[in-house]
């Protein structure tokens, strides 16, 4: 069942039933200030970071869901409705709601009546701003009111949904004309305040919550809106809110625009005041002067529009099944952007005041968007890099307001340090920008300890050498990529978190997936190495690499898989002998794309166990079979129930390494299957089962183990974006950047024709259209470079600004 269609032509999708099986979001803003709004116009807004700079107040998990937005309200002579059906939920003859590239749209009408409501963050600006567009469809005068609302937060969002005994009492703010100023703890040690206004002068005002919706109402019936009446209340502590009281009359055929600006500013310390405790408007005045008018938005939304256009079009596909090009053109490159701006910090599951950003989700992030914005690309390796300690580890995670390292979640994940490895080549390899190395970057944020980042890379690889457990397979730590394979945890007391508990300290586990990823990356890092002459480097980290292959290949299989790791005990985790977890998906995507046993058929022989013990029709679950009790030596993984999350879920973000690995394997049918089963537009006709958005992935989809199959949860905040716009883009539409140029392998299905791909690249545009006459898999027959056959697979690096043809023949 759907909820809507794809506008492929305006790059949104239309939902037309506001009662989704989910709330089904979008995220407004991609520099500093951000909105995250629902079908039916719920969520809040924050300025960089969701925890610590929270503008308007939200409660997770509510009754009934998703309560709380950017609401507004229309009273036609006692007649209430909302354009986005909710709060009020009376029943709308036309709704719809149009998320897009950076804003939201969202239209109600009744009786002729309607209201559409743009909700957008313009580019460069710290604010959402809001038009309501008023039609009179009917043939009579309208007269009504419209109301807005929102409710403040008191800016720290963990404190404020906690430490009521002092937040009950702060609150305040300051009202002049239209514009309601929210300015708590603005006196003592804050230098921010942020304010809600509209263009036009108003009938009344609300900035108390209590006397707009009356102390026992929801959001379904304020007291304000249901009475027509705007009590003019002055917020003092309890909840500061915002509302404005508009009344409009319309002549049949009639439109009326207003535009609604939520601003957040700062302001030097010294220019706080300007009288007696009164708040520095100026900046804020600064900010409404630029939306005075429905014009002013016209130009920012045509603004924001050329962005996405010039972003996307450094890929482009143009292929026969729409599903394909939506996903690859439009929404899988836009999710990319949304999990670099976010990493796991604020959706409707992460609620914003836990994690911030996390070292290696970061880092694979930016292999799906280093493409769109290579320059905040590189700030992000850099702020990354800088939370990295002299030892090689690295804090787990950093807020990005401080950019500082998170102290309550500490170090010792063992993979983290590699996936700066990747992070940094491919970054390099898409923007040939080598002075990123010899960048000096701090340690553990100090800024009187540095070192360059190529010593930073060194030291991660250095990392895995230095910390070798008793097969020297490199020491597990808290945990690999696998957060909840806890092997050192060993906790029997509620409560305690299984990540950063160590009950055996001096662990011994060993992670098979981090040799793999050693392999893998350390030969980054060598090509690295030798591409900047330190062959004397390079050398030593090939014995390193060498040494790593072999304890792979004589600890880490298991007779027709990878093993997974061994635990606290020495015992295989991801064996045969097992019982229960005798496969983890993990270690076969991470050793075969490492190139480990594509030589002698193990590669192969992993991938048939993949297909026959974790594929089921829905996606690749994670292990199988599925845990059913607790082992306290594996921690997390075994209280999921089984299915689940870590325990036999789909965990999307690991089935595109299956992916790759299969087209190592140049089996593209089986890519292909792997890719189309997971991917979102492929799962719109069954929305109602799947739940989750049917435009972005979705961290977890409920494996053949659970209770329900195929439902889908964690959208928007996954690696699984970033990883599988890298598998389809680069590994079977083969098209990837690479040092030296554009490398082509497409390693597709049998049964595809062709496809066209343009893709810019350092500067240059290439026209790339693939045939495939002779119905092959993968190989190239020829590779043509406007007009002149190549040899190889690589396509050099053409002059800036030039436009190129390629034609690419596969067969054999
Ligand atoms: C979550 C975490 C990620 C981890 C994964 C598997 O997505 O953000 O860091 O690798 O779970 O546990
Ligand atoms: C839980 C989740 C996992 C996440 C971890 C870190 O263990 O299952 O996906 O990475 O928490 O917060």
């Known amino acids: 069942m759907k909820f809507g269609h794809f506008d492929d032509q305006k790059k949104e999708y239309v939902i037309t039933n506001p009662r989704t099986p989910y709330p089904w979001i979008n995220y407004l803003g991609c520099e500093d200030f951000f909105s995250i709004v629902t079908n039916t116009a719920g969520g809040y807004s924050f300025y960089k970071d969701a925890r610590l700079r929270r503008i308007t107040r939200y409660r997770y998990n509510n009754v009934p869901v998703d309560d709380g ?14 354009p986005g059906w909710k709060p009020v939920k009376t029943e709308l003859d036309r709704y719809e709601c149009r998320h897009g590239m950076g804003y939201t749209r969202i239209t109600g009408e009744v009786d002729q009546l309607e209201a559409e409501v743009l909700y957008m963050v313009p580019l460069g600006y710290h ?33 404020d949904n906690t430490n009521f005994q002092r937040n009950f009492s702060t609150g305040q703010v300051e009202i002049v004309d239209s514009t309601i100023y929210h300015k708590t703890e603005y006196r003592e040690r804050r230098d921010h305040y942020a304010f809600y206004t509209v263009n036009e002068q108003v009938a009344g005002l609300d900035s108390d919550r209590e006397a707009f919706l009356g102390l026992y109402n929801g959001y379904d019936a304020p007291d304000a809106v249901m009475e027509c009446e705007s009590r003019n209340s002055h917020a003092h502590g309890w909840s500061p809110v915002a509302s404005h009281q508009l009344n409009i009359e ?25 009288e007696d405790q009164m708040i520095n408007k100026e900046p804020a005045e600064k900010m409404m002067a630029k939306f005075r ?3 002013d938005v016209d130009r920012a939304f045509n603004e924001l529009g050329n962005f996405w256009e010039d972003l996307l079009s450094v890929y482009q596909l143009e292929h026969p099944e729409k599903e394909l090009n939506r996903a690859v053109n439009i929404w899988n490159q836009y999710q990319c952007m949304v999990t670099f701006n976010f990493s796991r910090s604020a959706s409707f599951f992460e609620s914003g005041i836990g994690r911030g950003m996390g070292f290696r989700d970061s880092n694979q992030d930016l292999i799906g968007f280093v493409h769109q914005v290579p ?3 590189r700030e992000r390796i850099i702020d990354i890099a800088s939370t990295q300690f002299e030892d090689g580890s690295a804090y787990h995670q950093y807020q990005p307001l401080t950019k500082k390292g998170n102290d309550a979640v500490g170090s010792n994940f063992n993979d983290d340090p590699l996936w700066l490895i990747l992070g940094t080549d491919e970054y390099i390899k898409e923007t040939g920008d080598w002075t990123i190395l010899d960048e000096m970057v701090p340690f553990d944020n100090d800024e009187s300890n540095k070192a360059t980042l190529f010593e930073h890379l060194k030291r991660s690889f250095n990392h895995v050498v230095n910390n070798l457990g008793p097969h020297k397979l490199p020491l597990i730590g808290r945990a690999d990529w696998n957060d909840c394979l806890n092997l050192n945890c060993f906790s029997e007391t509620p409560g305690e978190s299984f990540q950063t508990t160590e009950n055996k300290e001096g662990g011994v586990a060993e992670s098979v997936f981090i040799a793999g990823m050693f392999v893998l990356y350390g030969a980054s890092y060598v090509k690295l190495c030798q591409k900047l002459g330190k062959e004397e480097e390079a050398e030593r980290a090939m014995g390193h690499i060498e040494d790593m ?28 002998e097992r019982e229960e977890g005798k496969i983890f998906i993990e270690s076969q995507g991470m050793c075969i794309m490492a190139g480990i046993g594509l030589d002698d058929g193990r590669a192969r022989t992993a991938l048939d166990s993949v297909k026959e013990r974790l594929d089921c029709e829905y996606g690749i679950v994670l292990n199988n079979p599925a845990f059913t009790r607790y082992h306290v030596q594996y921690g997390e993984i075994s209280t999921y129930p089984e299915g689940y999350k870590e325990n036999a879920g789909i965990f ?3 089935n595109p390494w299956i992916m790759i690995a299969e087209t190592l394997e140049g089996n593209g049918n089986a890519a292909w299957d792997y890719f189309r089963k997971i991917c979102p537009p492929y799962l719109e006709e069954i929305s109602d089962l799947h739940k989750t958005e049917p435009y972005v992935y979705s961290q977890m989809i409920a494996g053949k183990d659970a209770f329900k199959p195929g439902e889908a949860k964690n959208s928007w905040l996954t690696g699984t974006a970033a990883w599988n716009f890298y598998a389809i883009s680069q590994y079977i539409l083969g098209i990837r950047a690479d040092h030296d140029g554009l490398l082509i392998n497409p390693v597709i299905p049998e049964a595809w ?15 790339i259209e693939v045939s495939n006459p002779g119905h092959v898999s993968s190989g190239l027959k020829e590779l043509i470079l406007n007009g002149e056959k190549l040899e190889g697979n690589l396509i050099p690096i053409c002059d800036a600004g030039s436009v190129n043809q390629v034609q690419v023949v596969l067969g054999k």
């Open 652 to 654: 999307c973000h690991n």
């Open 127 to 159: 604010g959402e701003v809001q038009r309501v567009k008023l039609s009179n469809r009917s043939d009579r005068k309208r007269s009504f009111s419209l109301f807005s609302y929102v409710e403040w937060c008191l800016w720290d969002a963990l404190d």
């Open 293 to 295: 008018t429905a014009a």
């Open 250 to 274: 319309l002549e049949p055929g009639e439109e009326k625009q207003l535009v609604f600006v939520l601003g957040y500013v700062e302001v030097p310390v010294a220019d706080k005041f300007v």
């Open 69 to 82: 937005g950017k609401y507004f309200y229309i009273n036609e002579k006692g007649k209430v409705w909302s």
């Open 549 to 576: 292959r072999k304890v792979v290949d004589e600890h880490g299989w298991d007779g027709k898989w990878f093993i997974r790791a061994y635990d606290h005990f020495g015992e295989k985790i991801g064996s045969d």
């Open 375 to 377: 320059g905040r690309a």
């Open 753 to 767: 024709d062709g496809y066209t791909v343009t893709r810019k690249f350092r500067g240059a545009t290439y026209r």
